[in-house]
């Protein structure tokens, strides 16, 4: 691999980000760099409207490739070379990228970000196309070519490349504030994490279990799933929640009906004690509208009333067959339908409230002791930490 090779990174979102642009970048630069820690590369540069990661001769482009498409922020990159700031180089660089490829139809596509170029892009596209089709003998085709060259005419610089690697977008995680994730190991709150770091959002995740009641089979999944999700942030705080004293004391003292609500309330007000631990600023949860018995507006509202924290709920809209595609496309899914037992269906009625009325709610919650328990379960409470 010669020198002029490299991954060309762009992003989108972050370009709109104004006079706050320069931070976004910088945390995209760091958390590139996290990802590629144990590989390989050159130097990383930013330029203008996009990054540019130099390659040597032992990189491994599959693993670049995969660890790029993993980081929020980036759009989508390209493994491409560096042409001379002249028509001539830049038809004998694109034809020989295009020697690689077996292909009977083509078109180029140039985009001229540096207007002090002497050709406009359509020139470019014309002259350069004009050459490969000489060469080739293939046809031009806009639409669905077997192969298409892009060419960007930066400042300073000038890169061809054949492919675009789509990443997820979003913003860089750490751009943003933290959050304490409520992470089963089902299918919803991993993919409810998910969405809340692509927008920037660094969490920190709390897991609530009962044993010796269930197995160990939830918190080991779980465990699974912020190991996959590190990837993303590249170091995560689990916070495992011995939750079995406070359901059993709820379960003796409330009615049946209003249990489910009542230990998520108590959920709700251990996950806002770590949340201060960690200086967090919001909750998120894989709750959707109407999904389970506990999850209608009103047990919402009754259930959410304990903490002051505003409750992010990201697949609140989304129906049960989007939430599993997206799990099977960011990898949760497979962890997700492992057998396990959740805490929440150890104690619950056969017919849960599904229209909690408030002021019944707090009369319920008044007549039990949470506040010693709630103490006792947070002094047992284990953390653990992943890296990537």
């Known amino acids: 691999m010669t020198n002029n090779q490299f991954m060309l990174i762009h992003y989108h979102e972050i370009g709109l980000k104004g006079k706050n642009r320069g931070r976004f970048e910088r945390r995209l630069m760091t958390n590139i760099t996290r990802a590629l820690k144990d590989v390989p590369c050159g130097k990383l540069e930013r330029l203008s409207g996009r990054m540019m990661l130099a390659l040597t001769s032992e990189s491994p482009i599959d693993v670049i490739r995969e660890r790029l498409s993993t980081v929020f922020g980036i759009a989508n990159f390209s493994e491409a070379v560096v ?54 003998g293939a046809r031009v085709l806009m639409d669905n070519p077997d192969l298409i060259c892009f060419i960007e005419i930066a400042p300073q610089r000038i890169f061809i490349y054949a492919e675009k690697i789509p990443a997820p977008g979003g913003l860089p995680v750490g751009s943003n504030e933290r959050a304490v994730s409520l992470l089963s190991s089902g299918i919803d709150s991993p993919v409810a994490s998910y969405k809340i770091m692509k927008r920037g959002v660094k969490l920190t995740y709390v897991h609530f279990h009962s044993q010796p009641y269930t197995n160990r089979n939830s918190q080991r999944n779980t465990e699974d799933l912020v190991r996959l999700l590190t990837r993303h942030q590249y170091v995560s705080d689990l916070y495992l929640v011995p939750f079995v004293e406070i359901q059993r004391h709820i379960m003796t003292r409330a009615p049946a009906s209003y249990r489910v609500i009542l230990y998520r309330r108590a959920m709700l007000r251990i996950a806002e004690a770590i949340a201060q631990k960690v200086d967090a600023h919001a909750l998120v949860t894989g709750e959707n509208v109407g999904q389970v018995a506990s999850q209608t507006l009103s047990n919402m509202r009754a259930i959410e009333e304990v903490t002051p924290l505003p409750i992010l709920r990201p697949l609140s ?23 396990y037992e959740d805490c929440c269906s150890v104690f619950v009625p056969k017919h849960p409230e599904t229209r909690a009325n408030l002021e019944k709610v707090r009369e319920i919650e008044s007549a039990l002791d949470l506040a010693p328990l709630i103490i006792q379960t947070l002094e047992q409470t284990k953390r653990k930490t992943f890296k990537f």
């Open 83 to 136: 042409a001379k700031r002249n028509i001539e180089a830049i038809r004998e660089t694109t034809w020989a990228l295009a020697q690689k490829a077996d292909f009977e139809s083509f078109k180029i596509v140039t985009k001229r970000g540096d207007k002090t170029f002497p050709l406009n892009s359509d020139q470019i596209n014309r002259d350069v196309g004009k050459h490969i089709q000489t060469l080739s």
């Open 317 to 339: 809209g989304d129906n049960k067959e989007e939430i599993i595609n997206e799990a099977r496309r960011i990898g949760t899914y497979q962890i997700s339908i492992e057998p």
